[in-house]
């Protein structure tokens, strides 16, 4: 599975971005993609996450703001990101599981700032 991750960049507080994230090979029974990230000096954390089934998962501190969702024609999920806080920079992750390996795409770079 080789995930593509797209749409980082710099916005104001109260801004919008949208990120993408393109599944390629084997992308068949992949059970769960999600979006992490990592500021500086902080552990990596699962942003917001969805399964097979649909079922989504966020963070607390995005819960109403982010909204993941997917297009299976496209094999791709995305991130809309919405009312976006200095607090929400860091490098953001597209991950997948698939058969209980999990696979990483590249970091987009996320900067809330005026």
């Known amino acids: 599975v080789q995930l593509q991750a797209s749409g980082g960049g710099l916005v104001q507080p109260g801004g919008s971005l949208r990120l993408s994230c393109a599944a390629s090979?084997?992308?068949?029974?992949?059970?769960?993609m999600g979006w992490y990230r990592q500021a500086p000096g902080k552990q990596r954390e699962l942003v917001a996450g969805?399964?097979?089934?649909?079922?989504?998962n966020y963070a607390d501190s995005v819960k109403g703001r982010f909204t993941i969702s997917r297009d299976n024609a496209k094999n791709t999920v995305y991130l809309q990101m919405n009312s976006l806080k200095p607090e929400d920079t860091a490098v953001y992750y597209c991950?997948?599981?698939?058969?209980?390996?999990?696979?990483w795409g590249q970091g987009t770079q996320v900067t809330v700032s005026s």
């Open positions: 090979g084997s992308i068949f029974s992949i059970n769960f």
């Open positions: 969805i399964t097979s089934g649909d079922s989504t």
């Open positions: 991950n997948a599981v698939r058969f209980l390996l999990t696979y």
